[in-house]
């Protein structure tokens, strides 16, 4: 038996090193030949889904107020600075403020307040966010997050969601779920999924009724008073090749002006185990990151 010895600059795995290529040739940023992207897979800087925008926030700012104001456990001469610091700066999404009950968020003021006491006493120069919520139709999760990166140190949310949500969904027991990434001019970074249990349109359709394969009759009531003509359309075209296959369909789609992309994968109810998190994982490795995404169910 000989000793081999990789030449340098090359791992004595030559996938690792295939691997490494690719990476690099993703994050150049240069231009390589290829097939242009179809025009109907061009699409506009537009989210596609409905922005949630919740008109009560400042009557539930200053309740959120009231409620600190008689726990007492933060000085009652900054409690308002906090109180707007936590509705302003931090980029949270409207729906969780349109979600979450003002016990509950006042709970949260207090939790980052502790967190702010714990960080300053550990000279960090960073403010760790780390909140979480599940309830019987749901979960909401909100957490500080890197930029194209899931660092070990980071919670595995996206792993307990697939076990808890995803993974076992079916007609009578599935979820909706939306992720928003905070601004990139946010100074603290953070990452907020709402997790919803899904309420079907009725009547549920049988499998030899034309509305069966009809996307409007077999969504999410909140899902369709959100999601755009376009949207419709592109996922009832995922849907009815889903329907006609076994395996996974996936379409890409070019967000005209931006370097983003957009990916819509659909799959048969049950056919994955952990597609979510793992999906996460793959982008990450090429160190990308994603400012939305969707989780939709269809019976």
């Known amino acids: 038996m000989s000793n081999s010895q990789a030449p340098k600059g090359t791992s004595a795995n030559p996938l690792l090193d295939q691997m490494k290529s690719i990476r690099e040739a993703l994050l150049s940023g240069q231009a390589t030949p290829g097939t242009p992207t179809p025009e109907d897979h061009k699409i ?60 509950t968020i006042a709970n949260h003021v207090m939790a980052l307040y502790g967190s702010k006491i714990i960080e300053f006493t550990n000279d960090s120069p960073t403010l760790n966010i780390d909140l979480k ?34 993974n076992n969904s079916s007609v009578d027991n599935s979820y909706r779920l939306e992720t928003f990434r905070s601004r990139e001019d946010q100074n603290q970074p953070i990452r907020c999924y709402f997790i919803k249990r899904c309420n079907f349109v009725q009547p549920i359709p049988k499998p030899e009724e034309d509305a069966y394969h009809d996307i409007r009759s077999v969504s999410d009531k909140v899902f369709l008073s959100k999601a755009s003509e376009n949207t419709l359309k592109i996922y009832q075209r995922v849907m009815n090749a889903a329907l006609d296959r076994y395996g996974p369909v996936i379409e890409m789609f070019e967000v005209v002006g931006t370097r983003e992309r957009r990916l819509v994968i659909g799959y048969r109810m049950g056919t994955t185990s952990n597609y979510f998190s793992a999906l996460t994982d793959l982008y990450h490795f090429y160190a990308l990151y994603s400012s939305r995404k969707y989780v939709e169910h269809f019976r």
């Open 44 to 103: 506009a800087d537009t989210a596609g889904y409905t922005d949630t925008v919740f008109d009560g926030k400042a009557v539930q700012a200053a309740k959120v107020q009231e409620i600190l104001e008689e726990k007492g456990f933060i000085p009652r001469d900054i409690i308002s600075s906090e109180v707007a610091w936590f509705y302003e700066s931090l980029g949270i999404d409207d729906t969780y403020f349109a979600l979450e009950s003002v016990d």
């Open 133 to 166: 919520r599940d309830h019987d139709d749901g979960a909401v999760y909100i957490y500080s997050t890197p930029a194209g990166r899931d660092a070990p140190s980071a919670p595995q949310y996206e792993r307990v969601m697939d076990e808890k949500y995803l």
